[in-house]
């Protein structure tokens, strides 16, 4: 779709995911084994949006990396460097030469949502609005920004309201036009240091600018914190076209949506979906689902694994169940037949683990 730009942010350092985000930007995180950045790239090019600019930050060199120039989505990727985690608002500020006076869409890359954003940015382009926020209704607004409407229209938005007026939340999905620039430059940064754009949308409300919501109905995962991560990994799951491109042997029982990739191999064992097994993994012995995403290059042996994300090059073996868990990248579980029986650990900074 011509005419419109993207802007996606993959700057912050992910600190509420540690240590999984110690090595890695947390948006390169895989969600159905497929990290949450590049679903959110496909999110914006299957809107028709072929010119993409990601702010990015300390974890630039990573990021730059993993998605490279954008040929393989069919988009043409601009790299924005954001000095220090300063805001979104900020992110807007310094995109502004790659911006120019093209609407845009701002979308944060740690985001996941249902359904799409065509409609979004169709209906953004046929309007006279000067900006478009998505919103959605959450149980506990208090966590995140609250937009107050009246007469369709956005006239507050407050950041973590202590008593909130509104249960509509600010989800990570914005529509601009150039006046977008005139708010950021106008506003002055937060009690955090930052230059937030609530504040930046309020000074376009408060100037008489056209700010309208757009409210969606499906569901949306902000994946910033574990629970989070496996929450819309459960959602994304149950959306899953079931597939075989792997080997499975005779002896092992595929149930429900399962997705088995390239080069993975399923010895006598049984995968309940909604599931995903990576390439070139291999799984003997061992049960593994429903809710349940194993990256590629892991051997999991006579084991049991549910409701999970397992990331690459991990190899657990001998272990009678794991549930509700996060295992990051190159990890090894093993149970020792060595007398006397201890738990033995080698963890990193600000792990958790969980002993019946």
Partial sequence: ????????????????????????????????????????????????????????????????????????????????????????????????????????????????????????VRMFLESEYDAQIVLKEVPDPQHYGVAELENGRIVRLVEKPREPRSNLALVGIYLFRPPIFEAVEAIRPSWRGELEITDAIQYLVEKGYRVYPYIHTGWWIDTGKPIDLLAANSLVLEELEPRVEGYVDRDSALEGK?????????????????????????????????????????????????????????????????????????????????KPRAYKFTLGDYSQVGIL
């Fill in 1 to 120: 779709m011509s005419g419109i730009k993207a802007l996606i942010l993959s700057g912050g350092k992910g600190t509420r995911l540690y240590p999984l985000t110690f090595t890695s930007a947390k948006q390169l995180l895989p969600i159905a084994n497929k990290p949450v950045l590049f679903r959110v790239i496909e999110t914006v090019r299957d809107a028709g949006i072929t010119d993409v600019g990601i702010v990015v930050g300390d974890t630039a060199p990573e990021v730059m990396a993993a998605v490279g120039d954008g040929r393989r989505w069919g988009v043409e990727i601009t790299y924005i460097r954001q000095e220090a985690p300063l805001g979104l608002a900020h992110a807007v500020k310094i995109s502004r030469d790659y911006l120019g006076q093209t609407p845009f869409v701002m979308f944060l890359g740690d985001n996941v949502i249902q359904g799409g954003i065509r409609h979004l």
């Fill in 258 to 338: 399962v997705v088995i990739e390239r080069g993975a191999e399923i010895i006598n064992s049984r995968i309940r979906g909604p599931a995903i097994i990576g390439e070139h993994t291999r799984i003997i012995n061992s049960y593994i689902g429903p809710f349940t995403s194993i990256y590629h290059h892991c051997e999991i042996i006579n084991s049991e694994i549910e409701h999970s994300i397992v990331l690459e090059h991990c190899r657990i073996e001998d272990i009678p169940r794991i549930a509700d868990s996060l295992i990051g990248r190159r990890v090894v579980i093993t149970h020792s037949p060595m």
